[in-house]
């Protein structure tokens, strides 16, 4: 079986302040891929970073940051300075290799930043 | 480079009848993907196409949910005989797997949100 867990419904920040979204993931695969995608209000999923199980290393762009740890099974998600932009639901999503092309997401975090 | 496009956008129907929705992926991408997203929740799988051919169904694609591709460009999700518990935002995906090109994320198109009566 593969679940994705996003524990935090919605998280409300002030501009400026980091955020980190957290993800836990469950699969009996050694081989999976993790990803995130941001939805804005507008509906439409976007494509953020894509992480193989077997690159532990950590990934930084721009004011984006994902900490992924296969001890805790976890794929966390780090804005730095965050915007208004950033408002958005964020979706944590699993694909394991041996069992098709599916992607498992979570059920979201809603993340407000207010002015 | 255009994205992934949905047609229509919205739609609303009545209880009972078939509704059908249009997805166009991206010009070189070979697997198409269909989701359906509920109001706070995450996408779920409903079926993939890989060129043509329909390889893979969710349990959620029920009997009254039929999903073609009939030139491995373009796909179509009918569903008949709508029911309220239909009401949802159905979403397309496409990727690439060309050769030694294989593009594990997908891109999604805008959605179709479907309203049942």
């Known amino acids: 079986a593969q679940k994705v867990t996003q524990a935090q419904t919605e998280i409300s920040v002030v501009e400026k302040e980091d955020v980190t979204l957290d993800c836990v993931y469950e699969?009996?695969?050694?081989?999976?891929?993790l990803f995130w995608y941001k939805q804005p209000p507008s509906g439409e999923l976007v494509f953020l970073i894509r992480r193989n199980s077997f690159d532990e290393q950590n990934e930084i762009s721009g004011r984006y940051s994902w900490n992924f740890q296969k001890s805790t099974s976890s794929f966390n998600f780090t804005i730095t300075a965050s915007q208004v932009v950033d408002s958005a639901v964020y979706f944590c999503a699993l694909r394991n290799s041996n069992s098709g092309y599916a992607l498992n997401f979570g059920k979201g975090t809603s993340l407000l930043v207010t002015p | 480079d255009t994205g992934v496009s949905q047609d229509p956008r919205h739609k609303i129907t009545k209880r009972g009848q078939n509704v059908t929705f249009r997805c166009d992926p991206i010009s070189e991408h070979n697997r198409l993907y269909w989701y359906r997203q509920t109001l706070g929740q995450g996408p779920e799988f409903l079926t993939y196409f890989q060129n043509e051919a329909q390889l893979e169904k969710s349990r959620l694609l029920s009997d009254r949910f039929s999903a073609e591709r009939p030139k491995g460009s373009f796909s179509t999700l009918e569903i008949q005989r709508t029911e309220q518990g239909d009401s949802a935002m159905y979403l397309c995906a496409s990727s690439l797997a060309a050769g030694h090109t294989v593009s594990y994320e997908q891109y999604f198109g805008p959605g179709t949100r479907l309203t049942v009566t």
């Open positions: 699969t009996r695969d050694t081989t999976y891929y």
